[in-house]
């Protein structure tokens, strides 16, 4: 059932939807570094010399403190709010852009990747947690919907547009900028951090849990989501959809499509960016709809056999030798079909998780994808290792292939998860 004109404006007009909206460009963020990696890597590569495996490692320093900090950052989300530990994510993520004005080497690159990771740790759990608790649960897919669609500009900026700016003006320059912006995004979310409802609650007598629950917390989301078949189902499905998307649009997808269709870097950036403008499209498909509990599962079955169908498409691109144009429009199906799939498994995990654990129960489960996301960018260089060529730093076509082929694969096992899911509502179990 699609939502009138006259519900959307209202929605907009909601008195938390402007701190939400700051939120989501926060989350912007930390979609722009997780994927700047992708223009910012495979230059370095080439100008160092160094090996897929080991760029593959560089990139997913990022994400080891990123998916260390996500149960974490639950907590503090549940404890002082998402607005206050956001707005300190952006000095940390400001502090990082700062570090890529040094001299470059592969361990300030490294540092580089790790303390960004670090910095927009919060963004993602913040800014579910927000809507969870600022708006009503049945409007949870347009909120999260426009979420989505507003960060993923953040991808498509972080290519074409940031491979424009430092092939013109230089990657010190360009990331001195980033640290400003950062920065003050971080003065206006402290300036605004008493109006975050979630702070209100607590002060109104809500819940809120201390620092010394950090530990406790985290165990009890980690068994609460082991121990339930279908959240269990759920975490299989969202790391599968995190280390798929993350290989293309967070590391090779541009340097493939320059190799494999043979365009020059500023055309492979375009066209592979795509993938970021389709996962815009997917999550304002998926917030014009209502989706009840009884709807979710076949909702989630039938929008993860599509993304898996997209993958091979792609390929199958890739494999006829096909115009690159015809290669962008497959990433943009291939994106608006990872949104759809995103967009509708969070829901699914909102629908299960008992309101008082969100925030940790998110990041618990953000926490175990992208450690699968670290797996698959060091898998990813490791195979395109095995394909070498004469010159360090520049990689084969076959490599690539043979890389995006596993994803592909792994990404369509991830539906024999669909039986312990079941079709029954997708509801939190009463006490």
């Given at each position: ?272 960016s795509l993938i970021s403008v389709g996962m815009m499209v997917g999550p304002l498909l998926a917030g014009g709809i209502v989706i009840t509990p009884e709807r979710l599962p076949i909702t989630i079955r039938k929008t993860i056999a599509l993304n898996s169908v997209v993958w091979f498409v792609l390929l199958g691109v890739v494999y006829l030798a096909c115009p690159v144009w015809v290669g962008g429009v497959a990433a943009l199906a291939l994106g608006a ?95």
């Amino acid at each position: 059932m699609s939502a009138s004109k006259a519900n959307y404006w209202s929605l907009f007009k909601d008195r938390n939807f402007p701190l939400y909206f700051v939120l989501t460009l926060s989350f912007f963020m930390t979609i722009f570094f997780r994927v700047s990696a992708s223009v910012i890597m495979p230059l370095e590569a080439e100008r160092l010399g160094i090996s897929a495996s080991l760029v593959g490692f560089i990139s997913s320093a990022h994400f080891y403190s990123y998916a260390l900090m996500q149960p974490i950052s639950g907590v503090l989300h549940d404890r002082h709010g998402p607005v206050r530990v956001v707005a300190w994510g952006l000095v940390l993520t400001a502090a990082s852009c700062l570090l890529l004005t040094l001299v470059r080497t592969p361990f300030t690159l490294g540092v580089w990747r790790l303390v960004s990771g670090l910095g927009v740790s919060p963004m993602y759990s913040a800014t579910l947690v927000f809507i969870a608790f600022a708006f009503p649960h049945e409007r949870y897919t347009f909120y999260a919907g426009i979420n989505f669609a507003v960060s993923n500009l953040g991808a498509m900026v972080s290519v074409a547009p940031l491979g424009f700016a430092v092939d013109r003006f230089g990657i010190g320059p360009v990331f001195t900028a980033l640290a400003a912006i950062s920065s003050v995004m971080a003065l206006v979310l402290g300036m605004k951090a008493k109006e975050d409802p979630l702070r209100k609650k607590a002060a109104d007598g809500g819940k809120s849990k201390s620092l010394s629950s950090l530990v406790p917390g985290i165990g009890r989301a980690l068994i609460f989501v082991f121990r339930d078949r279908r959240m269990r189902a759920l975490m299989t499905l969202w790391a599968a959809s995190a280390a798929s998307l993350v290989v293309f649009q967070g590391l090779w997808g541009a340097v493939w499509f320059e190799v494999a269709f043979k365009v020059s870097a500023a055309s492979a950036r375009f066209w592979s960016s795509l993938i970021s403008v389709g996962m815009m499209v997917g999550p304002l498909l998926a917030g014009g709809i209502v989706i009840t509990p009884e709807r979710l599962p076949i909702t989630i079955r039938k929008t993860i056999a599509l993304n898996s169908v997209v993958w091979f498409v792609l390929l199958g691109v890739v494999y006829l030798a096909c115009p690159v144009w015809v290669g962008g429009v497959a990433a943009l199906a291939l994106g608006a079909a990872t949104g759809l799939r995103g967009i509708f498994v969070l829901a699914g995990v909102t629908a299960l998780t008992p309101p008082e654990e969100k925030g940790v129960v998110f990041g618990a489960m953000n926490m175990i994808a992208v450690f699968s996301t670290i797996l698959s960018q060091w898998l990813s260089g490791v195979i395109i290792d095995l394909f070498p060529t004469a010159r360090p730093g520049v990689y084969t076509e076959e490599g690539y292939f043979a890389a995006f082929l596993l994803v592909a694969c792994v990404l369509s096992l991830s539906m024999l998860v669909f039986r312990p899911l079941g079709l029954e509502p997708l509801k939190a179990r009463e006490e």
